[in-house]
């Protein structure tokens, strides 16, 4: 029982800045936010022999016989937090339908979690997500984003499981600096392994490549590879896929590099004993996966030990950057239920949805064919609603970053999937001020600012001073509820298919 002796009611009328979502007790102990902006502070609130004290750094004073201590939103007690309310520290989250929900400006997580309240169900979050690529653009570190998603977390009164997705990661050096953050989830990327150019290649040359594949980390030779598979017919439960010499080969060819690098990431990462769960994703390579392909990564894996909780084909159609699916969604729903299949033989494990900012038209058929083995990757259209925010509160400012958007757009889209002309994309001068949101709708204009975000949040001015970071950030710590509201409503559409298993 507890012996906590104050209710909300008694705190808020001392406490007047104390974020109600936030406030909770456990073990005796009172924890809530308090304060905006850069005067936003963990408040711990016990009797002074409580042993939670001890973690949290910050300033203590007396309140009515108990130990009130001010924390400030730093690393260190973001890890007491997570210790003293286990709820937020990140845990394999299995095959249950997932959700994650990347935060480059670490803003965003108490709006993601309004929108996670808000549709209910027994989806399981993930609000620190964010690949070493990403936060090298953002100027931040793995502690910086797991930071931020604790701490918002909090604010938001999250008081389920979560995951954290290392996302995107490529050495082992990118596990190492996961793993003492403290994430959960590890994305491993062997993209720059996979050989798309297999696909298209004469016979003679895919059998070269094959030859030339890392045969001993493979722990296999070329004639075991064709008597495990040449021939075969592997029965799904609708249908059956015949693996024929060439197709093999060329699955080889194209894939059996990822394969070597994913078994030697995986082992590193299993050495480290922490408890984890692995994704392997070639959604960022040139060409589909094809369902051959598919069964040979996933039994190869199998083969060599890997185990992974979901995996990311390279599904057909294109997935550009914060915009819908652009293909034919009767075509993606057929190749994504064989996909399904396979990975519900093979596994089970998660299809993952990578890109999948704003692919509305496609989330009800891969629930659907997944049957909610399923997991979403969102992140960029977090960014576009701080963006959408900004629009609506300083028209200026937003107007400045358009402009400057644009002129970075050529340069910046070289890394992502993007199609946006800039001649396409309204010029600034045309519009008002209250048109400028809108453009936050507008196919073209939505994918400039996009795929500037790593530009317009680090390029500093000649005297070495932010261009629009501080003024950005400085707006939306001001107007938390403009940008959580924002973001629950466009999120809910996001979540609501996937909440629905
Ligand atoms: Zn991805």
Known sequence: MSTFPFTLADLRNHFTELAPASFVVHNDAAFWMQGKGLDKRLVVLANRSNPVFGKFQGESSIFKDHTLKICPLNHANARALRSRLDWLKPTPIGLGTSAGMGDRLGLATPGHVRAMHAVGGNLVPIFAQQSIREMQRTNRSPDDVMTDATFGAFEGGWRKAVGADADHLKTPADIDACVAAGYSFFTIDPGAHVDSAADTAPPQVITSKVLALPWDDLESTPDDLNKRYVGKTIQLEDCAIPLDALAMARAAAKYGQAIAHVTRMYRHLAAHNIPFELEVSVDETETPTTHAEHIYLASELKRLGVQWVSLAPRYIGRFEKGTDYIGDVDAFEKDLAVHAQIARVFGPY?????????????????????????????????????????????????????????????????????????????????????????????????????????????????????????????LLRAHPDAYAANLEQHLIKHLTPFAKV
């Open 350 to 474: 998660k299809l993952s949805i990578h890109s999948g900012s704003d692919k509305f038209s496609i989330y009800p058929a891969a629930v659907r064919q997944t049957r909610g083995l399923v997991h979403l990757k969102t992140a960029g259209t977090s960014y576009l609603e701080a963006l959408r925010t900004i629009a609506a509160l300083d028209a200026a400012l937003f107007r400045r970053i358009y402009v400057f958007a644009r002129a970075r757009y050529e340069t910046d889209r070289v890394s992502y999937h993007v199609s946006a002309h800039v001649a396409r994309a309204p010029a600034p001068e045309s519009l008002t001020d209250a048109e400028l949101p809108a453009l936050l709708d507008q196919f073209d204009a939505r994918e400039i600012l996009h795929v500037t975000f790593g530009s317009v949040l680090t390029t500093k001015k000649s005297d070495g001073a932010p261009l629009f970071y501080d003024d950005f950030i400085a």
